[in-house]
């Protein structure tokens, strides 16, 4: 749940410009934020939270729209913009929490993969940066070096995956982060000041990056990724249920949506991002039979605890870029197949829905594949529709309103 945790703020900070002492604070606040929504999902409090033994954290959906939204803004100004479309769109999940039973038929099997897939391909070109490096005119950009450190990351993370076991199985990431820092180290890449300027304890300061802003653009771009994000909770309400064998009513699913929400808003006022449901979750609690919810909120403890001390942000915080990017291929590459499993669960007999996909990822890959296609277009187009994730998405669902019902042909 770490790695899942701090990946976002490390893509995120680097596209603003952080120094590695801000990126560290970045990181706590999205490790305490996180603990807190977990709390909150495990424990409940009133009409908030599932109260089910869910891991919070925050969304990769959330990254590439707020990559879209910083580049449409000076550094300084980013961040801002960014915490006051994820407030804005916390506030929309808490209220649309009661009636998102009824929308999720915007959002059958066949949207939902697009998007879940279009999120990983989305994010396959960060980790490609990551490895060649951002600045083409930076020493080493390009590097062998670079392409050596990701190629050592991937290469233990496979073997980890392929001959460990257990627990270890499932560190495979984590343990491929590791050894590919330490095998940079000698080749003097680390940076290690946000170690040594970090702080070992320190409270996270509400607005620390500055007071939300609120631009119309990012507020539609966001508010559709918290759509997507609560159709994906709702799914992982579902799928837990039914591995705890405790049935999911529409009031689960509302109290779980509200505490996605409300744990949003807080996130983005204490410097985290969008906080959702942790699938990877459900899979160890299958795997562990550990049902209790009361164990998570240790999880959740743990994070907060892990929020509170920078410095170990500082320590993530060392992990070479190029090391990131091989790790990412692997994460990113998962999340894409996640996606396809969703596509072939929805079943692409159909033409319709062959339609609905094609067309719907075709337009969610022109950003990605051209990433100045829209540089003409009005400011407000570019945020929504320089983002894979939700230009896709718009097309699918609209696509599927129109195709969606459309009667299949008999055969004769």
Not at 194 to 209: D, E, G, K, N, R
Not at 290 to 319: D, E, K, N, Q, T
């Amino acid at each position: 749940m770490y790695a899942g945790v701090v990946a976002p703020p490390l893509i995120i900070g680097a596209a603003v410009g952080l120094s590695p002492t801000e990126l560290a604070l970045l990181i706590s606040a999205s490790l305490f934020t996180a603990g807190l929504a977990t709390l909150l999902q495990s424990l409940g409090l009133w009409r908030f939270g599932a109260r089910l033994p869910f891991i919070n954290g925050v969304s990769f959906a959330v990254v590439a729209p707020v990559l879209a939204i910083a580049k449409e803004h000076q550094r300084g100004d980013a961040l801002p913009v960014i915490y006051g479309s994820i407030i804005v769109a916390g506030v929309l999940a808490v209220f649309l929490a009661p009636y998102f039973g009824k929308l999720t038929r915007f959002f059958p099997v066949t949207v939902s993969g697009v998007v879940i897939t279009l999120i990983g391909l989305s994010l396959l070109p960060v980790a490609i940066k990551w490895i060649r490096g951002q600045d083409p005119h930076a020493v080493g950009y390009g590097s062998p070096r670079n392409v050596l450190l990701a190629v050592v990351t991937l290469v233990v993370v496979l073997v980890c995956n392929r001959f460990l076991t257990g627990v270890l199985n499932r560190l495979s990431l984590l343990i491929g982060l590791v050894v590919g820092t330490l095998a940079a180290w000698p080749l003097g890449v680390l940076d290690t000041s946000a170690i040594t300027q970090a702080p070992v304890f320190s409270f996270v300061t509400p607005l620390h990056f500055g007071a939300p802003r609120f631009d119309v653009a990012a507020l539609v771009s966001m508010c559709i990724v918290m759509v997507v994000a609560m159709t994906e909770s709702t799914a992982d309400m579902l799928a837990l249920g039914e591995v705890v064998d405790r049935p999911v009513t529409e009031t689960t699913i509302a109290n779980g949506l509200r505490a996605d929400g409300a744990a949003s808003a807080l996130s983005a006022l204490f410097g985290g991002f969008t906080c959702t449901a942790f699938a990877q979750n459900i899979g160890l609690i299958a795997l562990t039979r550990m049902f209790s919810r009361y164990v998570v909120a240790a999880a959740g403890v743990v994070l907060v605890l892990l929020g509170l001390f920078p410095v170990a942000g500082g320590v993530v915080a060392l992990v070479p870029q190029p090391v990131l990017g091989g790790a990412g291929l692997v994460l990113f590459g998962s999340v894409a197949v996640s996606g396809i499993k969703a596509l072939g669960v929805a079943g692409l007999g159909d033409p319709a829905k062959v339609m609905i996909v094609a067309v719907s990822l075709g337009v969610g890959l022109v950003p990605i594949a051209a990433p100045d296609f829209y540089q003409h277009f009005p400011a407000a187009v570019q945020t929504v529709f320089d983002s894979g994730i939700s230009a896709g998405t718009v097309t699918a669902v609209l696509l599927n309103l129109v195709f969606g019902r459309r009667p299949v042909p008999v055969p004769a």
